[in-house]
């Protein structure tokens, strides 16, 4: 990667530059780019021309919140191929196209059920947000050569103990917690007047579920973080860095060693299956040949004997070269199906969650909406308000008696809450576990 490349950070308040060794915060607030791209756009080109920064292309670093990201549980014992085919078929239909990148968390690895698995996180970026740094390098005339997650030029030193980084800004709060060098969970959080409590929250909602592992240390930026004493209700051990954008500033030269999300990945072509259709079609193609067969061994009766075994020879030939072809075609069938069968029993594996999320929605009363949701993979928590308790209670009760895929739901609170139009409610938290895949997701409905 060239080192003349312009870097572009769209994480802090305003947006960082650095070209060259040199670095720069614009005038231009990441606020003001996102909502006025067009005029931002001017202003940024006037601010690099008048800094005399000539660089070859650009890299862009984007923070999570315009960032789509996903974590995918997959077998460790199949080929790289297989599993990109298998992560590009399960979620290019929620990133951009087919930009994405792939990481492999290997200390996620583990045996469960006698299968050998491991966790990949899988990025790419906004479509929304990719589009308006597209305007920029078209505007620069300058190529985007990368684009990384911020929070890997924010992340605390490498080392084998479990930490976590937390981004706390005016309108949100972005989480990431570490193994090593790999990003195991990541949270967006948008600003609810208590950023600290929604770190300890998340923090605890993640380890919930795993046993005997323990978080190092929490590394604390961003602007909120210019009072020491917030640090103070966290309740895990921490350090705050007072001043983020110095900080991201000293490690902006490192974007071009960190993930691009940014590639085009060209997936492969799933093969063509034979189905019962194209079966038909190759047995009625063996009909027709053996029709023909028939009826020219039919019209030679006025040939003389030797013209006739002739004839039979040449059509006795071709089909032994059809029997040939269609037991190789059997064949190919036979590998093809196997083949099939392999990525059905993965993605059996697990449920989608736009199913689990349609089977939620289905058993919540009318009266109630819900303002939160945060999940994992053995459980989930409802915040939100209600009409009255009694919608509160017939939720819990559906997901426990009427739920394919959600049991054990516990209603841990409820308050009144009146707005201000004086408009009474019941604001509540409830928690359900999730059940293990249980084979209704099949082929039909995928």
């Not at 060209?266 to 189905?275: D, G, N, Q, S, V």
Request: aromatic share 10%; with cysteine.
């Amino acid at each position: 990667m060239s080192k003349d490349n312009l870097i572009l950070d769209f994480s802090e308040e305003y947006i960082t530059m650095q070209c060259r060794g040199i670095e720069f915060s614009s005038d231009i607030s990441c606020e003001y780019f996102w909502n006025n791209t067009d005029d931002a756009v001017e202003h940024l080109k006037s601010e690099i021309s008048s800094k005399g920064f000539i660089s070859s292309d650009l890299i862009i670093s984007f923070p999570i919140t315009c960032i789509n990201y996903q974590i995918v549980t997959l077998p460790d014992n199949v080929s790289d191929k297989e599993k990109l085919v298998f992560l590009g078929l399960e979620l290019n239909h929620k990133l951009i196209g087919k930009r994405f990148g792939i990481r492999r968390l290997d200390v996620t690895s583990r045996v469960e059920a006698e299968q050998e698995l491991c966790d990949y996180i899988v990025l790419a970026p906004k479509a929304e947000a990719y589009a308006k740094v597209a305007l920029l390098a078209k505007a620069l005339e300058r190529n985007i050569a990368m684009i990384v997650p911020s929070f890997t030029l924010l992340g605390a030193e490498r080392h084998n103990e479990l930490r976590a980084t937390a981004w706390l800004g005016d309108d949100r709060t972005e989480i990431v917690i570490w193994g090593k060098d790999n990003p195991l969970a990541l949270a967006y959080i948008p600003n609810t007047g208590n950023q600290i409590g929604d770190i300890n929250r998340f923090i605890v909602e993640y380890f919930d579920h795993v046993d005997d592992l323990s978080l190092s240390m929490v590394y604390l930026f961003g602007p909120k973080m210019r009072d020491e004493s917030l640090g103070f209700a966290l309740s895990y051990p921490h350090a705050i860095f007072a001043d983020p954008v110095k900080y991201l500033s000293r490690n902006l030269h490192k974007a071009p060693d960190q993930l691009n999300i940014a590639n085009v990945t060209k997936l492969p072509k799933p093969p063509l299956a034979l189905t019962p259709r194209n079966l038909t079609y190759l047995g009625s193609a063996l009909a027709v040949a053996i029709l023909v067969f028939l009826t020219v061994f039919t019209q030679a009766g006025t040939l003389r004997e030797k013209g006739k075994i002739a004839v039979l020879e040449r059509k006795s030939s071709s089909y032994r070269k059809q029997i040939t072809t269609y037991k190789r075609l059997e064949q190919e069938q036979a590998e093809l199906n196997a083949e099939k069968d392999f990525y059905m029993g993965i993605t059996k594996r697990r449920t989608p969650w736009a199913t689990i999320l349609a089977d939620l929605s289905d058993l919540t009363p009318a009266e109630m909406w819900y303002e939160r949701v945060n999940a994992t993979k053995s459980k989930i928590l409802v915040l939100g308000k209600a009409r009255t308790t009694e919608d509160v209670s017939a939720l819990s009760i559906n997901l426990n008696n009427n739920s394919h895929y959600f049991h054990d739901a516990l209603i841990i609170g409820t308050r009144d809450y009146e707005d201000e139009s004086n408009a009474k409610y019941s604001e509540f938290q409830l928690q359900a576990k999730l059940k293990s895949p249980t084979g209704m997701f099949t082929e039909d409905n995928n």
